[in-house]
């Protein structure tokens, strides 16, 4: 919390069993936003699916991230999550506000159904079950609107986080951009250890070289068979279905 007040909210503790191996979610955040498309390619290139938080208002205006193309990239295998920005705010509530915590448990549910529902209209089918929190920032009305809502939500932070397979319904997510020795660091110790991270940037950001340099460390783990790169879909499955009630 540094030297600022902060509320914290505490999920109920739990032990389990760490999973066989490594997993980690990979996520291009807002591409739509900024109409860098390289990462379609370079992640089929290496193999691994992507998760990319789109903002459904501004990605039917985009030129080339398009809804046309996120949905064949769903059908590919890789994840589209929600992620409503001012945009979608807007629209929903006439609020001009980029951010949850400001606004009412009403007005938060209006954007989260707003950016839900227009997905879907698109025919998106599994990505709008999980939600990413605009500029990661939330409070206790987002959590609950959001557990009406979806499956998984993601919020923002920095850290060696290691959530289970059973972990909280906020799954912490870090970034570093461009991904550098320490963000290394941190896939080997989940590897290691056998736990479940996340990993997301923005195309604005990083470079395609950048991210194909770090994909290649990746795959070198999920060649060795000690990491999978999973989506929020796949922790779903995991979580519900094959991982200890």
Request: hydrophobic letters at 35%; glycine letters at 6%.
């Amino acid at each position: 919390m540094y030297d600022q007040p902060a509320t914290i909210y505490l999920d109920d503790l739990r032990a389990v069993e760490r999973p066989e191996k490594a997993y980690l979610i990979l996520e291009m955040d807002n591409p739509e936003g900024d109409d860098e498309d390289w990462f379609f390619d370079l992640f089929n290139r290496h193999g691994l699916p992507f998760t990319a938080g789109i903002d459904a208002v501004n990605a039917a205006s985009a030129d080339n991230v398009t809804l046309d193309r996120l949905l064949d990239a769903e059908r590919r295998g890789h994840e589209i999550t929600s992620k409503p920005l001012s945009s979608v705010i807007e629209r929903a509530t006439g609020v001009d506000e980029a951010d949850f915590e400001p606004l009412s448990a009403d007005e938060q549910r209006a954007a989260m159904e707003l950016n839900k529902q227009l997905l879907e209209d698109a025919g998106f089918e599994r990505g709008v079950q999980t939600v990413v929190y605009t500029r990661n920032n939330f409070d206790a009305a987002t959590l609950e609107v959001a557990d009406d809502l979806h499956t998984f939500g993601r919020t923002g932070g920095y850290g060696a986080y290691s959530p289970t397979l059973t972990a909280p319904f906020a799954l912490p997510g870090d970034v570093a951009e461009p991904p550098d020795g320490e963000t290394k660091d941190r896939l080997d110790r989940i590897v290691d250890e056998n736990l479940v991270y996340h990993l997301y940037w923005h195309n604005r950001n990083v470079t395609e070289a950048d991210i194909d340099r770090f994909l290649t460390y990746v795959s070198e783990y999920v060649d060795a068979g000690e990491l999978e790169v999973v989506t929020y879909r796949d922790l779903e499955r995991m979580r519900f279905e094959d991982g200890p009630s």
